[in-house]
């Protein structure tokens, strides 16, 4: 008898276990094998946003240690096919105009700035989350290098102004 009650015991606390779970990893997964497929998934993606994460650090560091003023842009394909990009922006200079700057170069691109944090006090920082894009030859090479355009010409005519 005292077995049996244990079994029952145990087979609801792994049921409660996988349900608690299930909500963590925001998994729609019914089966148990799903969810816990899921899981794996969801640590994979936590995983990669740490490396990532330390990347972005690292380079912040390294750009204030050696006095550096030039921008760090990062970008990413976000995974799942809808074939957007996560763009990472830091530079330890801010000028006028350069959020706005950065924003018109995703346009350009035919991105639509889906969720976006900015930060334009003494340093400038964004990070957005660009959505599916219309030009089909768009990668993470080109927007890197319309971000780091961008900032380059805001830089410029910054400098402009401030000789006048």
């Known amino acids: ?9 145990a087979a ?6 996988l349900k608690i779970l299930r909500s ?31 990347q ?11 006095g550096s003023s030039y921008p760090t842009v990062t970008v990413e394909t976000l995974v799942g096919g809808h074939g ?11 000028c006028p105009g350069l959020l706005v700057s950065v924003l ?3 346009d350009e691109l035919g991105l639509s700035v889906l969720q976006a ?8 920082r964004l990070e957005a ?3 599916e894009n219309v030009a089909e030859n768009v990668d993470e090479h080109v927007v890197k290098q319309a971000v780091l355009q961008a900032i380059r010409s805001c830089s410029e005519s910054g400098s402009e102004q401030d000789e006048e």
């Open 24 to 54: 963590i990893t925001h998994s729609h997964a019914l089966s148990d094998a799903s969810i816990i497929m899921d899981a794996s998934a969801y640590i994979k993606e936590l995983k990669q946003k740490v490396v990532r994460l330390n």
């Open 84 to 94: 957007g990009f996560l763009i990472n922006v830091f530079s330890d200079k801010s």
């Open 1 to 9: 008898m005292m077995s049996r009650e244990r079994k029952k015991q």
């Open 104 to 106: 018109e170069a995703f």
């Open 117 to 124: 944090t900015a930060s334009c006090a003494d340093s400038f």
């Open 12 to 17: 609801a606390a792994l049921q409660e276990k």
């Open 56 to 66: 972005e650090i690292a380079c912040a560091q390294d750009a204030l240690r050696h």
């Open 129 to 131: 989350v660009g959505g």
